[in-house]
């Protein structure tokens, strides 16, 4: 079963009377432990896609299945769960909070989940911080860390909840082209080992080069899909 299925999705905004239709009508599989780039210029619909594999806003009209489950269906406190449980989320500011070192904020999204006991948490992240290759920055806060750093402690926060999908709008964006790379690569590595699904987004055609498969998307619709059977269906 595909982790995210896609089928006619449209969205929709307003703008003043203006209506803006960010998506027209796009079928879309991504079966799990793919690594896939969501390529297109800016404006072209990636994040509002991202946005509905993240369960952070509902189609217009289709239907979008997260893990086998229609997220239109789900009342907002179970799209949250759901979102909690399912995703997790590397942005391109890196969103990581300036007062807490490394360790304590890869292990913040844990201190949520009161199942997992204290020795459980220690092990997960000193996991994600040596997959990430930080063990040597573990007490640094992240305003002492430079932008590919901060990506990695990003990456590993992402991961360690052990989500199903993760999912990284233009991670690269605030980086120099070598250290893009390099963050690309490594979410190459943990997507091997870990079997972890990621999906990117990006208009940088040297980072594209790097994904298994590249969706294509222009002016709110699939030009390639990647992959020959979507092609055709
Ligand atoms: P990309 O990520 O490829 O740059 P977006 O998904 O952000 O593209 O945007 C697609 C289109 O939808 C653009 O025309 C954008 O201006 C519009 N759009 C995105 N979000 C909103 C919103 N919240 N309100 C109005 N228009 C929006």
Redesign the pocket.
């Not at 800016?42 to 509002?48: A, C, L, N, R, Y």
């Given at each position: 079963m595909p982790v995210v299925e896609l089928k006619g999705v449209k969205k929709h905004?307003m703008?003043g009377q203006t209506r803006?239709e960010?998506l027209r009508g796009v079928d879309l599989d991504i079966d799990g432990g793919e690594f896939i780039a969501i390529a297109?210029p800016?404006?072209?619909?990636?994040?509002?896609m991202l946005n509905m594999f993240g369960c952070i806003d509902v189609p217009t009209d289709g239907q979008v299945k997260i893990d086998g489950k229609d997220i239109s269906s789900l009342s907002d406190k179970d799209l949250t769960r759901w979102r909690r449980e399912k995703i997790g989320f590397i942005f391109q500011s890196f969103n990581l909070i300036p007062v807490l070192d490394v360790y304590e904020n890869i292990e913040f999204p844990l201190l949520l989940d009161r199942s997992l006991g204290r020795k459980e948490r220690e092990a997960l992240v000193m996991r994600f911080i040596d997959e990430v290759g930080l063990r040597d920055r573990i007490h640094n806060k992240s305003y002492e860390l430079s932008g590919g750093q901060r990506q990695r402690v990003a990456i590993a926060r992402a991961l360690v909840t052990r989500p199903l999908i993760v999912l990284a709008d233009e991670p690269t964006a605030n980086l120099d082209s070598e250290t893009g790379t390099r963050i690309i690569e490594l979410m190459r590595t943990i997507n091997e080992e870990e079997k972890t699904t990621f999906v990117f987004?990006t208009h940088d055609a040297h980072i594209m080069g790097e994904a298994r498969r590249v969706v294509r998307i222009l002016d709110?619709r699939i030009v390639d899909a990647g992959r020959a059977a979507e092609g055709a269906a």
């Open positions: 905004y703008l803006v960010a297109g800016s404006g072209s619909g990636k994040s509002t987004s709110g």
